[in-house]
């Protein structure tokens, strides 16, 4: 592992860096381990990775899936947005774990299912398995009181008490309840698909993940010869179910309330020749349009429609920019307009601690405010957040985080295992 610094020292050695990342400890992790990424170059990592078990930090993670997390739910083909070098942890490169099961990356990216495996084979291969525990769901995590102290001792760190359940392979389910003086909130933002809050989204045809499309495919209930899947959304989800549909040639219909050539659509900041295939469903989107014929058959777009309903008779309906209603008929709709964090676990699902507490908490908007240096909550000691929850929404820019609350951790005198 590499020597961890203090958290003065990340402040120092952080200062006056600037990058795609508001964080400045994550810049500098990024920095030291890909020194010249931004600039296309490959310079080798000048930092240099040592296992020293006495300053192992005694933890437990607790996650749904299996080590790699949503990894495992998304389709195995389907090519990550990130470099796959970018996605790599400490002391295990990616392209090294892939020529090694023969695997090779595309244009320098992975796919979904190569990365599932990765972080899995990561977990067995650096002994840690038996700090993961899989199908574990969190149920509550409250403020606990402080242990007693002797005479002469500092004031104690408050203590969390986590509640919750395993699946076990049975599928029963086996209750726990510990205790623990520090928690870190690793969940991702995607565990609650956003909602359009119109009529008739909870009509079964309706979905929220691509996952409904696939199933379909698979059962033979969506094909070329079925009616158009309804796709809505302008970013990279609704990008992928596109590309999904198309390539098994499903009929589809694409509507999104931005204009095609908003400058803030997520295409506009991807590079052309890294990302051909969005590149590709953003010129479809343009060229596509339902009012301008092209050569993109089975595919049109509906630019700038605000869909107002579903009918139980499968039937959409919109209303255009000129204000006109139209109607669509369609076999299956998925809504792709992102996602929420699911913080229902915590009081309040977590509001308090949010940059601002009187807005929903978002990981673009508003994300968990914490201390740039350590990643613990400026609200509650003892809680960290990181990842997306503390507004780090590029992975390569992740494991700076968990630097930082390593450092944190390692500062405290408290060190019991959770």
Known sequence: MICVPAPQDLDYLSEGLEGRCQSPVALLFDALLRPDTDFGGNVESVLTWKHQ?????????????????AWHSIEGSMVTLSQGDWMGLPDLQVKDWMCRKRRGLRNSRATAGDMAHYYSDYVIKKGLSHNFVSGAVVTAVERGTPEPSGPGARDPSPLFQVNGFVTAEDRSQQPFSLCARNVVLATGTSDSPARLGIPGEALPFVHHDLSALEAATRAGTM?????????????????DAVLYARHYNIPVIHAFRRSVDDPGLVFNQLPKMLYPEYHKVHQMMREQSILSPSPYEGYRSLPEHQLLLFKED???VFRDPQGLQKVFGIALVLVLIGSHPDLSF?????????????????????????????????HQEGLYAVGPLAGDNFVRFVQGGALAVASSLLRKEARKPP
């Open 314 to 316: 499968r039937q959409a």
């Open 223 to 239: 094909s070329p010869a079925s009616d158009p899947v309804l796709i809505i959304g302008a970013g990279l989800s609704a990008a």
């Open 346 to 378: 915590l009081p309040g699902a977590g509001a308090d601690l949010a940059m601002d507490p009187n807005q929903p908490l978002s990981a673009k908007r508003n994300p968990i405010d914490v201390d740039p240096f350590t990643y613990q909550s400026i």
């Open 53 to 69: 078990k006495e300053r192992a930090i005694p933890h437990l993670v607790l996650g749904r899936n299996l080590p790699g997390g």
